[in-house]
């Protein structure tokens, strides 16, 4: 079946540093992909919707410019993390949908700024 | 904006009993999507339910879809220890974009 693959699963940077985080369809070619972040015991909050081709668009309280998202290809998203602090410390995942209204879940990226 | 909320928040059953958790957006909702996540693990699709007022059924889970496509249940019966796990209904409004209800976090104790 579909697979979304995300890397890295697990990823430690310093305070202030930038981290990328991609999100690839592996199987078939994603339009559009989603990108939500967890905080620990809570529900996935949904930050932005990746438009191949386009710019991405935002939820309401999203940064833009702090999370830069990128969906240059059919299979590729990538988000970064810009300056990251230790409160963006967070699980981050991405899904991306498929053919008629199926939608693949990466597994996620567990981000961990100190 | 738009808002899903499930409730309870939390459920601890007893291995072999029943489990219910509903779910109620703020807007009428054009599909709505449950997920199962174990913990440490990401969300895993269960189903779609799209036709106002109905009923699927997967093994021992029950999904129901309300008359108004505004509210949804999860039913378990006869709860197992694979069970546990948070439980999300995702809401959508037509736009693929899906807004994660609050959850529901199972405990299945032996």
């Known amino acids: 079946g579909a697979v979304v693959s995300q890397h890295p699963s697990w990823v430690i940077c310093k305070s202030g540093t930038s981290v990328k985080i991609e999100c690839r369809s592996l199987d078939f070619q994603a339009t559009t992909m989603f990108w939500y972040r967890q905080f620990p015991k809570q529900s996935l909050m949904l930050m932005a919707t990746s438009n191949e081709g386009s710019k991405a668009t935002y939820e309401q309280g999203v940064e833009k410019d702090k999370f830069l998202i990128n969906h240059a290809s059919l299979t590729l998203s990538t988000l970064t993390v810009t300056s990251a602090h230790p409160e963006d410390s967070s699980f981050y995942i991405c899904s991306a949908k498929g053919t008629i209204n199926t939608i693949y879940f990466g597994e996620g990226s567990w981000l961990t700024v100190v | 904006g738009q808002q899903v909320m499930q409730i309870p928040q939390y459920q601890h059953v007893q291995e072999g009993e029943d489990f219910t958790t509903y779910c109620n957006s703020s807007t009428t909702l054009s599909n709505i999507q449950w997920y199962k996540q174990r913990p440490g693990g990401h969300p895993v699709f269960l189903i779609q339910?799209?036709?106002?007022?109905e009923v699927k059924k997967q093994k021992r889970l029950t999904f129901q879809f309300g008359e108004a496509k505004k509210n949804s249940s999860l039913h378990i019966t006869a709860t197992q220890t694979t069970d546990v796990g948070t439980y999300f209904c995702?809401?959508?409004?037509?736009?693929?974009?899906?807004?994660f209800g609050t959850g529901t976090r199972l405990k299945v104790l032996a």
């Open positions: 995702a809401g959508s409004v037509g736009t693929y974009k899906y807004i």
């Open positions: 339910l799209v036709k106002s007022g």
